[in-house]
């Protein structure tokens, strides 16, 4: 079955840190692949996309992603985060299985200190 | 002016209870989804719909039944209501030709079944 594993659930940064989010699929097709992020008491706002071309894309709020098909990844990251970066941050992999769905990630809690 | 809407925002209800959930879309998408967000914030989908037709129903109780007048709106309705209903329930919007663009994200209805 298709599968989307965030393996950090909870992640506490201090401002300028540098930041990495792990996002692993199990999916053999050909996939889309997103970040939402979501912020407190908010809904899903999406990050930034890959759907094909380098596979290095950038998003909004200074934040990047990088697609490696050999290891089934999609990792987000940022150089130097801000406190109004907390937020909860999805993976999502949309795949065709029949029909085409998404597949989320179980989140990534990002807590930012000022 | 709102892209995607829910409406209500909060509903607490008592278990038993039957209760309604609307959904609106703007964005002359295709294409809408009902996902639920539980307490740790795991989004998994129930529904989804393109063009008033069902297309994805994951095992969700019978208790729950979507309906979709016209591709713009896509509504729950819950029967006979239980604790663990409660969770967050939100609906998206997408058009099926640009699969890769995401969804896009209502702000949530927050069921409590008390």
């Known amino acids: 079955a298709q599968s989307v594993s965030q393996h950090n659930h909870h992640v506490i940064l201090s401002e300028a840190a540098s930041l990495e989010l792990g996002c692993n699929y199990s999916?053999?097709?050909?996939?889309?692949l997103f970040w939402y992020v979501q912020y407190p008491g908010q809904h899903l706002q999406l990050l930034l996309k890959?759907?094909?071309?380098?596979?290095l894309v950038k998003g909004i709020k200074g934040f990047e992603a990088e697609f490696i098909k050999s290891k089934f990844s999609f990792n987000l990251r940022k150089p130097s985060v801000q406190w109004s970066d907390t937020a909860e941050y999805f993976c999502a992999v949309g795949v065709t299985s029949g029909t085409y769905k998404y597949i989320f990630g179980t989140g990534t809690r990002l807590k930012v200190l000022a | 002016d709102t892209a995607v809407s829910q409406t209500p925002k909060y509903l607490v209800t008592q278990m038993g209870n039957d209760k309604s959930i609307k959904c609106e879309q703007n964005l002359g998408h295709d294409t809408m989804y009902w996902y639920k967000q539980d307490s740790k914030k795991f989004l998994k989908i129930m529904f989804s719909?393109?063009?008033?037709?069902?297309?994805i129903n994951e095992t969700v109780p019978n208790r729950f039944s979507p309906k979709s007048p016209d591709k713009a709106h896509l509504n729950l309705h819950i029967n006979s209501l239980e604790l663990g209903d409660s969770a967050v329930y939100f609906c998206a919007s997408s058009q099926e030709s640009q699969r890769g663009y995401g969804y896009t994200f209502g702000s949530g209805t927050r069921l409590t079944v008390v």
């Open positions: 890959y759907f094909s071309g380098d596979p």
């Open positions: 999916y053999g097709g050909t996939v889309n």
């Open positions: 719909y393109n063009n008033k037709e069902l297309i």
